[in-house]
């Protein structure tokens, strides 16, 4: 997706992946500015430890306590600190700078695929890891009138909830499921990945009778147990192939400063995960 994102930009610029064992983890980061490197996007378990090894964190990364987009940096000739694809020739100088595009991400896969207002609404959201954690935070900075934490390991799910409260006390925030209605049922949980997994929750403790959407952040399978048995309940349903997109579309436009091609990336996208 970013290769064919960055060709339609006319750049002459490749992406790679690299599996990095995180104990090195300052060590690539540090090579690949020696490099001259533009940027890097990584994956679990380096976007919390590299919150501590960037020169300079952006807000999202400060808010959201994740990195999964390093920009590398130069100074101009007035001092400032611009994207080295800015520059004809490397800078002397060169800094790290963290984001984070997940939290943006989920909001756009959101309102884009399934059309939700998230202000002022009610959400169920199942799983409270690293993806779960991040939603709920961004729900709430979203300003949902009522959200449930639901999580298997119950203490994960009263830590989020805990955040949630000194951060948005406004917000609604009860742990387990709703007796009435939602706008949405977000799931974070990995329950849905393997063969012969089945919905994340009981039927004695919730019924897709309640919500009008679902969004299943699992994208491989395409259709997860939830999401068929939503789509048959009449819900609008959702998989989480564009929350990768919009996260990976995000961090092109931080490395160019560019519009990011979106249905080009998504096309290169769907390609490369369901072969079509
Ligand atoms: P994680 O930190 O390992 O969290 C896994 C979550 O799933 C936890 O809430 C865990 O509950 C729950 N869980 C695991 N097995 C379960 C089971 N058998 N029954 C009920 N709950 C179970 O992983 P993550 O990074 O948050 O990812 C969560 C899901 O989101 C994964 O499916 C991942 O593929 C997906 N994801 C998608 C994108 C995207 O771009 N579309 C991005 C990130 C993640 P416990 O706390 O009790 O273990």
């Not at 380096?46 to 987009?69: C, F, Y």
């Not at 009008?212 to 994208?219: F, G, L, Q, R």
């Amino acid at each position: 997706m970013q290769n064919a994102g960055m060709a339609a930009l006319g750049l002459n610029w490749r992406y790679l992946a690299f599996e990095v064992d995180p104990r090195n983890l300052g060590h690539a980061i540090a090579g690949a500015r020696s490099m001259n490197y533009v940027g890097l996007n990584l994956t679990v378990p380096h976007k919390l430890l590299a919150v501590e090894m960037v020169d300079e964190l952006d807000s999202s990364a400060r808010t959201w306590g994740a990195v999964n987009t390093i920009r590398f940096e130069g100074r101009n000739g007035v001092g400032e600190w611009r994207p080295l694809s800015e520059f004809k020739d490397a800078p002397e100088n060169v800094r790290s700078h963290g984001f984070n595009t997940d939290a943006d991400a989920i909001v756009r896969a959101l309102t884009e695929d399934l059309k939700l207002t998230l202000q002022g609404s009610r959400v169920l959201l199942l799983g409270a890891g690293g993806a779960g954690r991040t939603a709920a935070l961004k729900l709430a900075a979203e300003g949902v009138n009522e959200l449930w934490l639901v999580n298997r390991t119950v203490s994960k799910a009263e830590a989020v909830a805990a955040e949630i409260r000194k951060l948005w006390p406004a917000v609604n925030l009860k742990l387990g499921y709703p007796k009435g209605s939602v706008d949405l049922v977000l799931n974070a949980t990995s329950l849905g990945l393997k063969p012969g997994d089945g919905v994340p929750f009981q039927a004695a403790d919730f019924s897709l009778r309640q919500t009008s959407a679902v969004y299943d952040m699992i994208y491989r399978p395409a259709e997860t147990a939830l999401l068929q048995e939503a789509g048959a309940a009449g819900c609008r349903v959702a998989n989480g192939l564009s929350m990768l997109l919009y996260q990976g579309a995000k961090a092109l436009e931080i490395w160019t400063g560019k519009i990011a091609p979106i249905e080009i990336m998504r096309q290169a996208l769907q390609k490369h995960v369901y072969g079509q």
